[in-house]
């Protein structure tokens, strides 16, 4: 599939472009932003993602009561997932990524400048980034098995 292997001395996190920003036509500008910050993409793939894919990704969700809506939410469609590196990586994606929730996360935030509340109810925030280095190395196995 890919012949990007992790290197055990840097540091990488793992992005999602959900399918409401691929679907939107955003996933250029917001692997632009991370790009602009100065992290590197190393690996890159769109996938239509299985059940499977998204119990492993989301483990520390299953059973809550959004889980099976973003579940559905996130095989609505294609979705982009990167492999970004650089020092304090994890930290850094969050804070361009924003809060949780689009109609509050900061302007200047990726999902506070394309994001908002649709009536549907399901937070449509277009970008996943992973919240720590040992979820980016779970989440980066789920989404690119042979780099690991
Ligand atoms: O993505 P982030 O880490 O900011 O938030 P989270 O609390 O870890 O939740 C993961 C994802 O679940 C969110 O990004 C939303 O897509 C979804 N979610 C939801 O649909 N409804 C909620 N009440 C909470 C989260
Ligand atoms: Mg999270």
Redesign the pocket.
């Known amino acids: 599939m890919s012949d990007f292997k992790l290197d055990p001395d840097k540091e990488y996190t793992l992005v999602l472009v ?1 399918p409401d920003g691929y679907r939107r036509g955003l996933t250029g500008k917001i692997l632009a932003r991370i790009e602009q910050k100065g992290y590197a993409i190393v690996a890159l793939r769109i996938v239509q993602a299985t059940d499977d894919d998204l119990h492993e990704h ?1 483990v ?2 299953r059973g809550k009561h ?1 889980f099976e ?2 579940v559905d ?1 996130m095989q609505s469609g294609k979705l982009v997932a990167a492999v970004i590196e650089g020092t304090r990586v994890v930290e850094g994606v969050r804070s361009l ?1 924003g ?2 929730n689009p109609t509050e996360a900061a302007p200047g935030t990726i999902r506070g400048d394309y994001g908002r509340d649709y009536d549907s109810g ?2 449509q ?1 277009l970008v ?2 992973a ?1 720590s280095p040992s979820s980016a190395a779970r989440e980066i196995k789920v989404w690119f098995p042979d780099a690991c």
């Open positions: 959900k989301y520390e969700h959004f809506s973003m939410f990524v809060a949780t399901q937070i925030n996943h980034a919240d």
